[in-house]
């Protein structure tokens, strides 16, 4: 196994112990091609390229020369880049943008037509709120011959906040941070914040009627569903009042959250507030969608990195979903499997999977979904001294840490307890963060400027 981990690039990732805290030689390569891995995932999906490829192929069937006007909306982890890029392509014939980006991320050369307005994320802020009413304003009384290019990226919901009519800010930062920790799916999150919003769910395509809507999005959603992605701004909603009051009841949120959120959705419910713009409606008649990057070409990158080194490859899933530390013993089952029966596939294996986990948070600890599961999976596969699992976000931001994720091998729980680490405890207190942070074994990326949710890495040698 030893000829399948040499030669490798170096990596743009600062990893700092993560290479050093092997037991064995091997482990340490494997470790080095986990590196080779990060990098070419991350590669895959940058947002800079993946909108040049873009232009090469489609750009030129918008007819950009025949509109009036070309303005660019939008917001997410990604559309910094993308944003830049778009500029670089359409030049003068684009007129002006307004774009939602994370704090810290403001590149250091500015598009000339863009203004970016950096916001919070995960929890919305003023700032967002005010870009997002400036979008609206921007897009507000174009006609016919005008272009709306949105850009749409992970991180949108959030980056673009806008409350509806009588719901504040603050209302809708309460009722994003309870969903979040409640353990319900983005989807189910963004059921709610649509109806609690006055751009997502298609309405921001509504104020923009009849210009021309162009949608490049990068896709942080399972399944790549157009509606689900920063809440669907640009598209159809096929959900309702009476679906976002279903999932604050499924949690049992609905004396918990603020009342007026409350009475918001049941007015919805009885017709007093429109619902979001529904399939069918004129507002979609002249719109244009198209991902040009997502998790299925990041595993794709994987892949091909893993058969490069020898590997035997399987993509277990592209929709990886549920609670992370349940996906975990899931895992550690799989290993076990190809480990003593060499099932799905042989030694040396590589498994990917893809998606976004949960977690219910119950603890005090610090952690996120990424590190929970790899925590959890370490429980399983200790002794079984070959076996590696590493789970990081594209976006290089795990949760609320520093971290993109964590790796384990059968040797992590040793370790651990020689340490007078007790992982069943620091699982329980959901503080996988301090555990690996104890052990060097937090992957640290920093921020990657894209995402497309999660990648998982399990090898079995």
């Known amino acids: 196994m030893d000829s399948n981990f040499n030669n490798l690039s170096e990596p743009f990732t600062m990893m700092g112990d993560f290479i050093q805290n092997c037991q064995t030689p091997e482990l340490r390569k494997t470790r080095e091609f986990l590196i080779k891995l990060i990098n070419s995932v991350i590669e895959s999906v940058e947002p800079s390229s993946a909108m040049r490829n873009w232009a090469k192929i489609e750009a030129e069937k ?11 909306v939008g917001g997410g982890k990604a559309c910094a880049a993308m944003a830049i890029a778009l500029e670089q392509i359409l030049g003068d ?65 959030a980056l673009m906040p806008l409350p509806a009519e009588g719901v504040t800010l603050s209302e809708l930062q309460e009722v994003t941070l309870l969903l979040l920790k409640s353990g319900a ?3 189910e999150v963004n059921v709610v914040r649509k109806h609690l919003s006055a751009v997502k769910g298609g309405q921001l395509a509504r104020a923009a009627y009849p210009a021309r809507v162009v949608s490049l999005i990068i896709s942080d959603v399972v ?70 990057a997502s998790n299925t070409d990041a595993l794709a990158a994987g892949a091909k990195v893993g058969r490069a080194h020898s590997l035997n490859v399987h993509i277990l899933t592209t929709t990886m979903q549920g609670e992370a530390r ?21 030694k040396p294996a590589l498994l990917l999977l893809g998606g976004e986990t949960t977690v219910t948070v119950k603890g005090e600890g610090s952690g996120g979904r990424n590190q929970e599961l790899v925590l959890s ?62 052990l060097g074994d937090l992957v640290i990326t920093g921020a990657t400027g894209t995402n497309v949710m999660d990648v998982t890495a399990l090898i079995v040698n």
Do not use: W
Request: proline share 6%; with cysteine.
């Open 93 to 157: 014939r684009l007129t002006a943008g307004i774009v939602n980006i994370s704090k810290g991320t403001m590149p250091k050369t500015s598009p000339r037509k863009v203004e970016f307005v950096e916001a919070s994320h995960p929890i919305p802020d003023k700032l967002g709120m005010e870009g997002s009413r400036r979008m609206l304003d921007l897009v507000s009384g174009l006609g016919q011959q005008d272009l709306v290019i949105c850009l749409i990226s992970g991180g949108g919901s």
């Open 377 to 438: 999976t370490a429980l399983g596969i200790a002794g079984l001294n070959t076996t590696t699992i590493m789970s990081f976000s594209t976006d290089g931001v795990d949760g609320p840490t520093d971290a993109a994720g964590a790796v384990a091998d059968g040797f992590t729980i040793q370790r651990a307890e020689q340490l007078g680490l007790d992982p069943s405890c620091y699982l329980e207190n959901n503080d996988s963060y301090h555990f690996f942070q104890e």
């Open 185 to 187: 799916t983005i989807q």
């Open 223 to 292: 399944g790549d569903r157009l509606d689900s992605i920063a809440s669907g701004p640009t598209y159809p909603d096929i959900t309702t009042y009476s679906d976002a009051l279903s999932v604050l009841e499924k949690y049992k949120l609905q004396k918990r959250v603020p009342p007026r959120i409350m009475t918001h959705l049941i007015n919805g419910v009885k017709g007093v507030i429109p619902e979001t713009p529904k399939v069918g409606e004129e507002c979609f008649q002249n719109a244009y969608y198209k991902i040009i």
């Open 326 to 346: 349940e996906v975990g013993e899931y895992l550690s089952r799989v290993a076990r499997e190809v480990y003593e029966n060499e099932r799905p596939i042989p």
């Open 62 to 72: 918008l007819g950009i020369e025949d509109y009036e006007k070309a303005v660019v």
